[in-house]
């Protein structure tokens, strides 16, 4: 094995994907301030951790284990190897299983990672009531991965064992452990890309733009090609010399599938100049207090405090509202679907109600918006906002 080529693909690909993290990073807190985050920002931490460990591991797996694990033995090699040479095949086997493992764990906390994102842009949707049970999908297959793992060889020190020849189900590279994850990761993928697929499906958007919706949210196939690819070319190919670079592969496909939807704001101009609100066009960020249209004016001084929370993001401070949200009202949604049509409309804003105490006075506005040229699901409407963003 060519190692030099090796180290330097696996930095690369490194670099890359961390680049394209901490760039998701910075665009979600330009985006909403740090206050804004949500589970999947907290969880992108724990997957670059992982991805820097593992990165970590290949290195020593291919510098200092020499690249030797004891799939690559066969019986009589286990047989008439020399003492001296056994710690090093010993070494090289647990430095595998330690990187297989950490392989699984990148790929999996990308997929909560994914998940808890669109359960952020699905908010209101009848899809968000998928989200919780893919979850819990994601949950228990990962945990029988770990399992699987964990109880394929008893005792477990077999894993790394020379000689006597444990068996074909206790060496670090063996079918179970490969097409396990394969099985597991295929189903997961194969979910999370369907879950956003039928809300695309009914938004109305023009052809180039749904298209590459479906591009955007269907990258989840590279990542099942780069899974089917590695096994393939370690068991149907006989390549098992590069199956831990084909581990690093795929993590970095996992990376760059689950990054890329989050970095789109980044390619438009509004993102750069500032010209952009809550539905990210090029019109200039207006906010008024509660967007939603509920106004609070309080002269208590500890309830005008607290209501102050909610808007001071309009203002550069507090906690800036999600761009990807779906709180937005729905008539302003309308507003927007209606000025693609025949522009038959009458939109107008009213005071409903007034109420009035001592200590606390609320004024909530309500848009009234009448749509005659065509109609459009609530459904619809509201994913037209989230996706937006991204069109």
Wanted: charged share 20%; hydrophobic share 45%.
């Amino acid at each position: 094995m060519d190692f030099t080529p090796n180290l330097v693909e696996i930095y690369t690909l490194y670099g890359i994907g961390s680049c394209m993290i901490f760039a998701r990073i910075a665009c979600r807190t330009k985006l909403v301030g740090v206050r804004g985050w949500h589970p999947d920002d907290y969880i992108i931490f724990l997957s670059w951790s992982l991805y820097t460990s593992v990165t970590v591991v290949a290195h020593v797996f291919i510098i200092k284990a020499g690249g030797k694990h004891t799939s690559l033995l066969t019986h009589d090699d286990r047989r008439l190897m020399p003492a001296s040479q056994v710690p090093a095949w010993e070494y090289g086997s647990k430095i595998f299983m330690l990187g297989q493992m950490l392989y699984a764990s990148i790929v999996w906390s990308l997929k909560f990672n994914m998940l808890f994102f669109y359960r952020r842009i699905t908010r209101g949707l009848w899809v968000e009531k998928l989200i919780i049970p893919a979850i819990a999908f994601v949950a228990i297959t990962g945990t029988t991965v770990l399992l699987v793992f964990t109880c394929t060889c008893r005792p477990f020190h077999k894993l790394w064992q020379v000689w006597p020849d444990p068996g074909d189900h206790c060496e670090p590279q063996n079918y179970v452990f490969f097409l396990s994850v394969l099985i597991m990761n295929m189903l997961t993928d194969l979910i999370i890309m369907l879950i956003p697929l039928p809300v695309i499906t009914n938004v109305q958007v023009s052809l180039p733009q749904r298209l590459g919706l479906y591009l955007l949210f269907g990258l989840g196939i590279f990542c099942m090609i780069a899974a089917v690819l590695r096994v393939v070319f370690v068991f149907a190919l006989n390549q098992s010399g590069i199956s831990a670079m084909w581990s690093i592969r795929e993590d970095f496909v996992a990376v760059f599938v689950g990054q890329a939807p989050m970095l789109r704001p980044i390619f438009t101009r509004g993102f750069w100049t500032g010209e952009t609100d809550s539905y990210g066009k090029g019109s200039k960020a207006k906010s008024y207090g509660n967007r939603s249209g509920n106004i609070e004016l309080d002269s208590n001084p500890d309830h005008s405090k607290h209501s102050r929370k909610g808007s001071t993001a309009a203002f550069g401070g507090g906690k800036k509202k999600d761009p990807y949200s779906v709180t937005q009202i729905m008539s302003e949604s309308q507003e927007e679907i209606v000025k693609g049509g025949d522009g038959d409309m009458v939109a107008g804003a009213r005071v409903v109600t007034q109420r009035e105490s001592a200590t606390h006075l609320t004024v909530n506005v309500q848009r009234t918006v009448q749509v005659e040229s065509r109609e459009t699901t609530a459904d619809e409407a509201r994913y037209e906002q989230r996706v937006e963003r991204w069109v």
